[in-house]
């Protein structure tokens, strides 16, 4: 559970990257001071700046989890909806860049330098995929019409077919006179006309009974077979051709798997910036000076969990000081539930914010 925690306090991150990222870098501070005011300076530029910050999250929630859409694609295991969210997160690649080309951090000017917007795939996947995909890969409907010549010819090639089925209800029902006569198919047994039993009398000669259920008769007709015969072969074509296409299109979007993934953790150290930021805006955290000397020095301190937790009152900030020389140690007295632990775990988790 991160509430209650450090990390429900700091984690305002928009992608699943970036809060991916924010518990790696919790886990392991940084210790290099310059490393480390790199990140205090860029926090501090999205908190000062803030329609930079708005913006920037206002990317961040169209990304979807890049990482994760990398594997996929490595692995041969996408399909045409991870396809589309990777389009849709390139998308608004060139516009989060140019907020962040002179925004006047090096750090974030790096990060933008890192990320690339890939226009090449995003054009190819919109061109070639349809806007909502089946989850299948191998069941056709994947591949928009104008981009094969030779798959739109196929297609083209069994409307006719399709319509007469289409329309093959509408017409039995008129010459036969049965309501509730029906046309379905079913992977099993093709395309069928269901008739109930009521209307068992209306039943015309050149209906040949297919299945019976328990309270109806499915039938075709020879025509309707060989109808049948000719859009199912089409359609086994069609769907094999559209899945060839898709392999296509996903191995050439594997050549791009490095730029991808460098993209994906650009993004994810800039969403959690933003997040840092816009905690800072929000709760008053100040920017901390860091250097190497052996000295704690925290003024006007408040543990960031227990003051989230507080309905009614406020958190008493409190000072803290301690170095090799003179303060080494530091002895805390008081009654149970005084907030000793408190004071001591408060100053542990700033001086880790600090880094």
Request: proline share 3%; aromatic share 6%; with cysteine.
């Amino acid at each position: 559970k991160i509430q209650g925690s450090l990390l429900g306090v700091l984690d305002k991150t928009q992608t699943a990257m970036g809060s991916r990222k924010m518990k790696q870098w919790l886990r392991e501070p940084l210790n290099h001071i310059k490393e480390i005011q790199e990140r205090l300076n860029a926090v501090e530029i999205l908190t000062d700046q803030i329609l930079l910050r708005n913006n920037i999250k206002e990317h961040l929630k169209k990304i979807y989890d890049l990482e994760r859409l990398a594997g996929r694609i490595a692995c041969g295991n996408a399909n045409g909806k991870d396809l589309i969210a990777l389009r849709n997160s390139l998308f608004v690649l060139p516009d989060m860049k140019s907020e962040l080309t002179s925004c006047g951090d090096p750090l974030l000017e790096r990060l933008e330098e890192s990320m690339n917007a890939l226009t090449e795939i995003c054009r190819l996947i919109d061109k070639a995929i349809v806007e909502e995909p089946p989850f299948t890969v191998k069941e056709g409907g994947l591949i928009q019409r104008g981009y094969s010549e030779e798959l739109d010819k196929m297609k083209d090639s069994i409307l006719d077919g399709q319509s007469w089925i289409a329309g093959l209800e509408a017409s039995e029902k008129e010459r036969t006179g049965i309501k509730s006569l029906k046309v379905g198919f079913n992977k099993v047994f093709g395309y069928y006309i269901e008739v109930t039993k009521s209307y068992y009398d209306l039943i015309p000669e050149n209906y040949i009974r297919k299945q019976t259920l328990a309270n109806c008769e499915r039938f075709i007709t020879p025509e309707l077979k060989e109808v049948e015969s000719v859009v199912l072969n089409a359609e086994t074509k069609i769907n094999q051709l559209e899945y060839e296409i898709f392999i296509e299109t996903r191995n050439f979007i594997q050549g791009f798997i490095g730029a991808i993934q460098r993209t994906s953790a650009a993004i994810s150290v800039i969403d959690v910036l933003v997040s840092y930021a816009e905690v800072s805006s929000r709760l008053g955290y100040v920017k901390p000076i860091v250097n190497s000397s052996d000295a704690i020095m925290i003024e006007k301190g408040r543990h960031p969990v227990i003051e989230g937790t507080i309905k009614n009152g406020i958190f008493v900030s409190n000072d803290t000081y301690i170095d090799r020389k003179n303060s080494s140690m530091l002895l805390i007295t008081g009654p149970n539930m005084a907030g000793k632990s408190t004071y001591m775990r408060q100053t542990a988790l700033i001086v880790l914010m600090a880094q």
